[in-house]
């Protein structure tokens, strides 16, 4: 029984140019949340999804940054026209009851 | 403002030693509040998960403890090994429908030799 999956795990961008980060969520898990953790800093929410729907993106930046969790496939947050500041671990966590279980993370740095 | 905040921020122990962990947030409507460890490079694992009514919840060589009315929560780990050096993550939860998690800082913890 496979955990929640991450690729890629390392990514590397130029400013400008997009990044694709996708999230498989463990068997049988149909809510995804995606977490930005910035360097020295704790992990904060940015999306809530659940299948082909966005329940809660309030922490999410309204420009450059979407996600989507269809029906057939892995979540996938998007960052458009990358900078700098975006360079973080994005991780994300799929949900069953009360327990959020976490991928290993995507680390995305912009050059 | 929902805030979770943890000391120490850094924490060097010998081998086989106790320590504990602090945790204070002003997270209201509280749900619940957990305790994750974080291995470098790695996604954060739940150690507790404990609710409103719930004053300890052990899990091994951890003991977590919550004080609703102070809003303080503990983390305790016995006889440290080497392979708990991690960091150790407070986490508290907002009572929703969203579940959403709110994320301490952390404690960085080396565990010598």
């Known amino acids: 029984n496979a955990g929640v999956m991450q690729n890629p795990r390392h990514l590397v961008r130029r400013r400008g140019q997009e990044a694709r980060l996708r999230c498989s969520p463990m068997k049988g898990h149909s809510h995804v949340y995606w977490y930005r953790q910035l360097p020295e800093e704790g992990l904060k929410f940015m999306v809530y999804l659940q299948k082909e729907n966005i329940i809660d993106e309030s922490g999410m930046p309204k420009e450059r940054f979407s996600a989507e969790f269809p029906k057939e496939g892995p979540s996938i947050l998007r960052i458009q026209q990358v900078v700098r500041g975006d360079s973080a671990a994005y991780f994300c966590a799929s949900r069953a009851g009360n327990e959020q279980f976490f991928g290993p993370g995507t680390r995305l740095t912009v050059l | ?113």
């Open chain 2, 1 to 113: 403002k929902n805030q979770v905040e943890q000391s120490p921020q850094s924490l060097i122990i010998l081998e086989g030693k106790n320590c504990t962990l602090q945790c204070n947030y002003t997270v209201s409507p509280f749900s619940n509040l957990r305790w994750y460890k974080q291995d470098t490079g790695r996604g954060p694992v739940s150690l507790t998960i404990m609710t409103f009514s719930e004053n300890t919840k052990s899990n091994g060589r951890y003991t977590a403890t919550l004080d609703a009315d102070t809003k303080q929560s503990s983390l305790h780990i016995t006889a440290s090994q080497l392979s708990d050096s991690a960091s150790y993550i407070c986490v508290v939860s907002a009572n929703g429908a969203t579940n959403k998690l709110i994320f301490g800082t952390g404690t960085l913890l080396a565990v010598q030799p």
